[in-house]
């Protein structure tokens, strides 16, 4: 396997995950929109391109982290996209969250052109892609996985990349991964508020609650942040919205119903409309809190 890899996206995921790639040994070639967090990649020891293109040129394992889908088909299909450049056999790795539908797309244009495209979205947040511990949902082909499998052991941990299925599986798993942290929020968000209005230390309640079975990542981090009432993203409310706007088609398009989702997707808009669009996710709890009259 090649030890170069192309690395396109450095934003609050990407640049600590290209960045575990250069400490783990590879070779990285890296673009972005922003500037500042390739030459900061350069400064460490990684190569910047000027395109899409010129990432594909160098690189045949290349891993995109992305806002949306229309972003992801503009790198690979637009005007100096990979598409245009890149070798027979490449493997593009997607970790962006898109609909499922644009993975299965992408996939199956990759393949027409020789290529192979994994949608492999995660999960661990920005303290997962520091520490190198993400999770990766991974849908495609088993055997391009098998190729890339070292690359993603560099940025997660090895007995969390799950091959989750067929092309555009690992959206669906995300899909249900932002439906389970978005209902935990929602509920922690309301005990912590009953904690306050009861007139008890919410701190010692999740104290409490983290011995039982109401023990979670969301309890024990998110948690801790709506006590605190720390808001700096981790993650943006804005990208949660965007999230959470893909689970609510796909759970129609599905035919599953949203009874739980529908009111969290009411809470993500209602601190989106507050103007906390660029405040961690976590503080939809806000909207608790203040319909709690705390």
Not at 174 to 201: F, P, W, Y
Request: with cysteine.
């Amino acid at each position: 396997m090649s030890n170069t890899v192309g690395f396109i996206g450095l934003g609050l995921m990407g640049k600590p995950m290209a960045r575990n790639l250069l400490k783990k040994g590879f070779s990285v070639i890296a673009h972005s929109r922003s500037q500042g967090p390739v030459q900061e990649l350069v400064a460490e020891g990684a190569k910047a391109a000027t395109s899409p293109a010129e990432v594909a040129q160098a690189a045949r394992r290349i891993i995109t982290m992305l806002p949306d889908g229309p972003d992801v088909e503009q790198v690979l299909t637009g005007e100096n996209g990979v598409f245009g450049a890149m070798a027979t056999g490449t493997v593009i790795v997607d970790s962006s969250t898109i609909a499922p539908a644009t993975a299965r797309k992408m996939a199956a244009q990759a393949t027409e052109r020789g290529a192979s495209f994994l949608d492999a979205p995660v999960s661990g947040g920005e303290i997962g892609a520091i520490d190198g511990t993400l999770t990766f949902m991974v849908g495609g082909d088993g055997a391009a996985l098998e190729s890339v499998r070292e690359i993603l052991d560099a940025m997660g941990k090895p007995e969390r990349i799950v091959h989750v299925g067929a092309s555009g599986a690992g959206q669906i798993c995300k899909v249900c991964n932002q439906i389970v942290l978005g209902g935990t929020m929602s509920v922690v968000a309301e005990a912590i508020a009953l904690s306050r209005k009861a007139g008890v230390d919410p701190m010692k309640v999740r104290a409490a609650l983290m011995g039982g079975f109401a023990q979670s990542r969301v309890l024990e981090v998110h948690g801790e942040r709506m006590i605190t009432g720390n808001w700096k993203p981790g993650f943006k409310t804005r990208l949660f919205k965007k999230d959470f706007g893909i689970a609510m088609h796909t759970l129609a398009e599905q035919g599953v119903p949203a009874v739980t989702s529908a009111v969290v997707q009411q809470l993500i808009l209602a601190q989106m409309a507050a103007g906390g669009g660029e405040d961690d996710y976590s503080a939809i709890a806000r909207t608790i809190f203040e319909m709690s009259e705390l």
